[in-house]
């Protein structure tokens, strides 16, 4: 940990302001785990890393520092940006899993692109079988929607029950995401973990995708 | 980010959107995903028995303009090209003639991965071996 670039303590928690003299410190390279004074871990007491966030934004807001120098102006400002996107990224946990991985050195996600053929990451046929003709389901109810058609009740019916399955399945993705994260936070098998939360977030962007397409297609027929 | 003139264009005036009857022996079909960003894509051949030849392409894309654009110009570079020339087609051949942002580069990587996976599909209904073709070439 650094010290305080004011008054020299040593900074406690987050590195963006010192506990001691209250300074805000100029915003080094840092991550988002610790700028919300938070250890390395998936699992997180979401209460209080929120009661953290509102008060360190307290602390760092520029009204505070409207007749500062102008030096302490620009901390202000930019360390209250970068507690901004810390606590919009982990306060999400799909997004705090991604996030902590590209941190610990995983290609995740876009990372990927261009590198490695996507081939050896398929997800399974049978899954990708089900995204495809749902898709084109899909289109088809569009289409008539565009044509100011009414909508095949037998389509729409199938794809209500395609939202459920594919909502669930969802549910499940996440859950797994979970345990995958709790089985990293013990520190044991962690490549392993690593590895199958990599697969689950590769999977959850095809069914995240149907889910909010069927959702969309499905209000606009309601 | 914008899309350069030929991606627009393709998205635009897709070639060769449609389906093959996969039941047929000289049809293969290649269905794949882009786990980046949750796009699927299924491109189908119509090969030749007698000259290897891919006489129809045939492309359907779920995902964004640069996915649409990378299917559409695979099944018009496809065309006419034998099984083995196909297979030469490279992922970096399509960036180039598109002028994909690396962003978008996994968009031709499905592209050339639909490819394969069609003229696998192919291989595997008639029996041609993975090792046979590669000696052709």
Known sequence: MADCAQCGVALQGSPLICGGCGAVQPVAATDYFAVLGLERRLGLDGAAVEREFHRLSRRLHPDRFARASEAEKQNSLAATALLNDAWRTLRDPVERVEYLLKLEGYAVGEEHAGKGKSAERQPPPDLLEEVFELNMQLEELRMSQRMGETADAEVVADLAAAEKRFAAMLNDVDAALVAEGARWDGGQGRAEAAARMIELLDRRRYVRNLVRDVRQSLTVTA | ?137
């Open chain 2, 1 to 137: 980010m914008a899309y350069s003139d030929k991606v627009v264009d393709h998205y635009n005036n897709p070639r060769n959107v449609g389906t093959l009857d996969k039941s047929t022996s000289e049809v293969g079909t290649g269905l794949v995903g882009a786990p980046e960003c949750g796009d699927v894509m299924r491109l189908q051949i119509r090969v030749n028995p007698e000259t290897q030849v891919i006489e129809e392409a045939k492309f359907k894309t779920f995902g964004c303009g640069s996915a649409i654009a990378s299917s559409s110009l695979a099944t018009e570079w496809v065309k006419g090209k034998t099984v083995a020339e196909a297979l030469e087609i490279k992922n970096t051949d399509i960036v180039k003639e598109l002028a994909l942002p690396p962003v978008k580069i996994h968009c031709s990587v499905l592209a050339e991965d639909a490819i394969r996976a069609a003229i696998s599909d192919w291989k595997k209904k008639n029996g041609v071996a993975e090792t046979e073709a590669v000696a052709a070439q």
